[in-house]
């Protein structure tokens, strides 16, 4: 399995580390989240992805989609978004509305719809691409789920945007070949208060949050906001983990 975490940002030194949205590319072909998949590469190589799956309805993992759509449209078959019932509806209500966005979940180009979706259940199993990809609910201020992702070589845990949490984790060690997962650390330890309320991770809750994992299972760090990107990480690298390490935006992941 190859995961790559997309870049979201370019700065004047041409540095792409500050992750602002979040989008996940697997195999080259499936994506989950598209906060920034419709900026990156090329419309043809975007026209390869044929489904997404979106974690929830936060603006930073969905905020490229229309671009995306734009990009892809009438490319073969249409890409086929998945989603739970609340973000289907956040979809329909708040972006493509004729407002925001034109209404492409009820358009056509020669016959065939703009934009397919296909309603996620928790606990429920998809097979995308030689994938087998199960959600599972997870701790977060909206409705949100987090991925198993299987194939032959075993599994991969893209646990989205999080408080502490305990289901997908017992899920996770219930699998026989765990390889990595990948966990957010939004907020600095001195800003623990604003993390919990907001149902994100620290640096010292996620250390506790991967105890609950068997094994020294290898830990991406993702989802650091930008502004306290240093500190966060000076945090992490304290802790000595020698599992954990930095996710890094554009650099492909093989499992």
């Known amino acids: ?31 989950v989240d598209a906060g920034s998949l419709g900026f990156f590469r090329t ?25 995306f759509v734009d990009n892809t449209m009438g490319a073969g078959e249409p ?9 289907l509806d956040t979809l329909r209500r708040d972006v493509f509305n ?20 296909s309603l ?28 198993l992702m299987e194939d032959d070589s075993g599994m991969v ?20 070949n765990l390889k990595a997962i990948f966990l957010e650390s939004a907020f600095p330890d001195a800003l623990a208060s604003l993390a919990e309320v907001a149902k994100h991770l620290t640096p010292g809750m996620l250390a506790r949050e991967i105890e609950k994992v068997n094994g020294a299972v290898r830990t991406i760090v993702v989802h650091i906001k930008a502004r306290y990107r240093d500190e966060i ?3 992490l690298g304290a802790l000595g983990l020698s599992n954990v390490e930095i996710g890094v935006p554009g650099k492909c992941y093989r499992f």
């Open 157 to 176: 845990v893209i646990a989205s945007d999080t408080g502490p949490t305990e289901e997908i984790w017992d899920r996770a060690n219930a699998a026989p």
């Open 233 to 235: 990480i000076q945090e």
């Open 79 to 87: 890409v086929t978004v998945h989603g739970s019932q609340m973000v």
């Open 1 to 31: 399995m190859e995961v790559t975490l997309l870049p979201s940002a370019v700065d004047q030194a041409g540095d792409t580390l500050a992750q602002y949205f979040t989008s996940y590319l697997i195999d080259d072909a499936v994506a």
């Open 120 to 147: 996620l259940e928790p606990h429920r199993p998809v097979k995308l691409h030689g994938l087998t990809i199960t959600p599972i609910p997870v701790n977060h201020v909206v409705p949100t789920l987090g991925f």
């Open 43 to 67: 419309p043809a190589e975007q026209c390869r992805i044929k489904h997404i799956l979106l974690s929830h309805s936060h603006i930073d993992h969905l905020a490229s989609l229309p671009a």
């Open 98 to 117: 004729g407002r925001v966005w034109p209404e492409f979940l009820d358009m056509q180009i020669g016959g065939r719809p703009v934009l397919k979706v």
